[in-house]
Structure formats: C-alpha cells, structure tokens
C-alpha cells in the first residue's frame, strides 16, 4: 500500500477562490481524519469520519469548511471562499479503528498558500 | 532534504522508571520542533513545543542544534503515559514515523 495519498501537495490561490483537498486513505483503515497545521497552533483535528460518516467536526473552523467522505477511499475537504488566514498545511489521516492504540497514518500534508 | 527521524517503533519501559523518546531531525535552517500525542481512542494532540520550553505531564524536552535532536524526556514513568508519541518538525512540517510507548505496571 502506498500509505495515505493527499493531492494536491502545494496550492497556491487567491483570495475567494474555492479550495479543494483530496485524500486517498489506506485500503480497509475505517477512520479518517483532516488536520490543519500552522506555526501557531500545532496540529489541529478539523474533522474525522468512521466507515464514511462524519463523526465530530466542531474542529472545523466555520462555515467556508466543508468535508465529505462519498465512499471509504475518497474524501475531500473544500474552502469556500478562500482567506489568507486559511494558509496552513492540511493533513489527512486514516486509522483501522478510532482510538487505535498504534496510532493514525499520515498523508504527506498538503501545502495551502491564500494570497 | 528535512526530515524526522525517530529510531524507535516500540519502547517498554517499567512504571517509576526514566524514559526517553529518540528524535532526530535534518533541517538547514532554524527548526520549529513539536511533540504530539495519541493515547488510546484519543485524538492526536500537540504535547508540547521546544519554543515554548514548557513540562507538560511531567515530560520535557530540549532542543540539541549540535546533535540536531529534540528527545522527549519524562524522570519517572507512569502507565498513563503509554501512548504513541509523534516528533513533528513544523517549519516543513514534517512528522516522524512515531514510537509507541508501553508503561509496564
């Protein structure tokens, strides 16, 4: 398996534009998460799914955040309009379960810059 | 080319016993080290941030520009410290692979 698999890896777009990230998760893992990171606050959950529903998404900032899971290898996280303050890198992660004790895999994050 | 290494996946160690958690990192520039957490059926959480220079649950951690390394630290370990711990470097962003701790009662 090639592990978790996020496209873009960098994004570059102007302000109010619409922002799509995408996240392949590892075959059979059942959960999936979307972290944002940035220098300020670390690494935050913004929303996490378990056998394609969403579960918690009080991480998700505000409305201009959307997240959906059509099936178990597919999810995508959209902004929409885009802000400079959405700049940050964003994560996905899958696990074989919630809360499994070996941890979630990570994608390799993809870089968002707002201009 | 950054990276994080963390030498390693598994680490046993005895309740009221020292441990500490390897880190390495390949970073030209001046690093933005982190610590993150998962306990069991929790979320991944940041433990702690080498500009911050803060104990957090009694672990420590020091950055080493010589040794390029920023290992977790803890004096006496505790059950409730088995958890998979995560060395991230944040001004690429990179995470290493993780080590998973076990506290033996």
């Known amino acids: 398996d090639a592990g978790v698999i996020q496209s873009p890896r960098h994004e570059v777009t102007e302000m109010g534009q619409e922002v799509t990230l995408r996240c392949k998760p590892i075959?059979?893992?059942?959960?999936l998460f979307w972290y944002r990171q940035t220098m300020m606050r670390g690494l935050e959950l913004l929303i996490y799914?378990?056998?394609?529903?969403?579960?918690?998404d009080s991480g998700m900032p505000e409305d201009r955040f959307s997240a959906k899971m059509p099936n178990a290898s597919f999810s995508t996280l959209k902004i929409q309009p885009s802000e400079p303050r959405d700049s940050a890198v964003y994560f996905c992660?899958?696990?074989?379960?919630?809360?499994?004790?070996?941890?979630?895999?990570f994608g390799q994050g993809t870089r968002l810059t707002v201009v | 080319a950054q990276r994080v290494t963390q030498p390693e996946k598994l680490l046993s160690v005895f309740k009221g016993a020292p441990v500490e958690l390897k880190c390495n990192y390949s970073?030209?520039?001046?690093?933005?080290l982190f610590w993150y957490v998962q306990y069991s059926r929790q979320r991944l959480q940041l433990l702690l941030r080498?500009?911050s220079r803060e104990s957090i649950k009694g672990f420590t951690a020091d950055l080493n520009k010589g040794e390029t390394s920023f290992h977790l630290k803890k004096p006496f370990a505790q059950e409730e410290d088995s958890a998979m711990y995560y060395c991230?470097?944040?001004?690429?962003?990179?995470f290493g692979p993780g080590t998973s701790l076990s506290v033996i009662p």
């Open positions: 799914f378990n056998n394609n529903v969403p579960i918690d």
């Open positions: 970073y030209s520039g001046s690093p933005e």
């Open positions: 075959s059979g893992h059942n959960s």
């Open positions: 991230a470097l944040g001004t690429e962003v990179i």
């Open positions: 080498h500009i």
């Open positions: 992660a899958s696990s074989l379960a919630l809360g499994l004790p070996g941890g979630a895999f």
